[in-house]
């Protein structure tokens, strides 16, 4: 365990100019700029939606995130949430969010958080918020050694290669040219492809680097949490299925997402992901994750669990 100082991080790689895929409309001035319907009741739409057909755990938590980050106050970080996905979320129509003062005490205030549609909730969600307060007790575990992002392909790279191997099935190839098409407002660079798509059999552990699509710039802290949020979501509980390339996904859904943020970061610079899965049985499994600043600082953990069930892969797959 090393000792740190979680200073602020002045650095800034970013500018919008930079990005061919600027998608900053997307994340920030549209799904997580919600909508005002009444007091501490939000609407919120979407974007991406992934090919499960319902909604993305990760928009959902961070818009519940923004939605209770509105009624505090700007001295305020947030510093943790704990949500249940309760059903599913309905990408045809948006969400609701309900926020309830549940205390405002000297130090940390807490809101609960209620994402509705139809009628009926599909998420709850505590969320706590501190001053920040300084503390002698200062420590982490040391962020794991691996390439830097400028060394790495990017998803899309990766695909085009695979797009480009002799053998492959044509549904495989429409397979990866419909996920070629589907613009996620994350940018992700494996550390290790292979083992990020479950080419080869490995340890429950995979690590990439994210950050959120275009330029947010220094913002406010509680917006790259919600971004964070979002992304932190993002294949994190696959990670469960790593030691099993001979089945594949049938059903999986997450059933609860906490989070805890430990320093101020960027979320639209690279930020490694560290996901491992200590546990799987009875149809589930427990995923945690690190999302760690590039200059070593720990920004947040995670920890989620999930429904997992399972088919074996045709002996004939080529992917
Ligand atoms: C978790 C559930 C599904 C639990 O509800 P229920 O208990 O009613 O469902 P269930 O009985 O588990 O059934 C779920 C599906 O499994 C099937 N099923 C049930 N029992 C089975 C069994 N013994 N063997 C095989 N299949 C079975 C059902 O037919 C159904 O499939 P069919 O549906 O085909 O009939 C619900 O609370 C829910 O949907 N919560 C929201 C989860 C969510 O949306 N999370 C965020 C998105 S997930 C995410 O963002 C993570 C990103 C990622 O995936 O990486």
Redesign the pocket.
């Known amino acids: 365990i090393e000792s740190h100082n979680s200073a602020e991080d002045d650095s800034s790689e970013s500018s919008g100019a930079q990005y061919p895929q600027d998608l900053r409309s997307v994340l920030v001035t549209s799904v997580l700029n919600l909508e005002q319907l009444d007091i501490d009741l939000y609407r919120g739409t979407h974007h991406w939606v992934?090919r499960?057909r319902?909604?993305?755990?990760?928009?959902?938590i961070g818009q519940a995130l923004v939605a209770a980050a509105k009624s505090v106050s700007d001295d305020l970080y947030a510093h943790s949430l704990h949500c249940?996905?309760?059903?599913?979320?309905d990408p045809k129509v948006p969400v609701l969010y309900q926020v309830d003062r549940t205390r405002d005490g000297r130090s940390f205030t807490v809101r609960s958080v209620k994402a509705i549609q139809h009628g009926q909730p599909?998420?709850i969600c505590q969320a706590s918020f501190q001053l920040l307060q300084p503390s002698p007790l200062q420590h982490q575990f040391p962020m794991p050694v691996v390439p830097q992002p400028e060394d790495l392909p990017t998803v899309e790279e990766i695909i085009q290669r695979y797009l480009s191997k002799p053998d492959l099935t044509e549904s495989a190839k429409q397979g990866l040219n419909k996920l070629l098409a589907t613009e996620v407002p994350i940018e992700v660079k494996p550390v290790s492809p292979a083992q990020f798509y479950r080419h080869v059999s490995g340890q429950p552990r995979r690590l990439f680097w994210a950050r959120a699509r275009g330029h947010i710039g220094e913002g406010n802290m509680k917006l790259h949490c919600c971004v964070a949020a979002y992304v932190s979501?993002?294949?994190?509980?696959?990670t469960v299925l790593l030691p099993y390339p001979k089945y594949k996904?049938?059903?999986?859904?997450?059933?609860d997402?906490a989070m805890w943020f430990h320093s101020t970061f960027r979320s639209d610079e690279w930020m490694l992901y560290e996901c491992d899965s200590p546990w799987a049985g009875s149809?589930r499994g427990l995923a945690q994750g690190r999302l760690w600043r590039r200059d070593g600082v720990l920004a947040a953990s995670c920890s989620?669990e999930?429904?997992l069930?399972v088919k074996p892969v045709p002996e004939n797959s080529k992917l």
């Open positions: 992934p499960t319902r909604l993305f755990g990760g928009q959902i249940y996905f309760v059903r599913a979320g599909i998420l979501d993002f294949a994190l509980l696959g996904a049938r059903f999986t859904a997450s059933l997402h149809s989620q999930g429904v069930r």
